[in-house]
């Protein structure tokens, strides 16, 4: 199960059922994927994402912060 916590133009943000208990977001685009940690925001992986997009992305989680963090714990609890 991956639920969709927030999307963004092209971006979907979401969380994987069964992964690691730090908090982190997944980010799609088509075939375009990045993870970021959450406490502090800080890219963990990347497949496809051109470097300029990955800053745009991160922005969107600096941005969504509390959002994805709420969300995050609420999935997770």
Do not use: C
């Not at 993870?35 to 969504?64: C, M, Y």
């Amino acid at each position: 199960m991956s639920p969709t916590v927030l999307r963004l133009g092209a971006y979907r943000f979401f969380f994987y059922s069964r992964e690691e208990s730090k908090p982190h977001v997944h980010v799609e685009e088509g075939n375009n994927t990045a993870k970021f940690w959450i406490e502090p925001v800080e890219l963990a992986e990347s497949h496809g994402f051109t470097t300029r997009k990955l800053h745009k992305i991160e922005q969107l989680v600096e941005d969504n912060v509390d959002l994805i963090l709420k969300e995050w714990r609420g999935f997770h609890a």
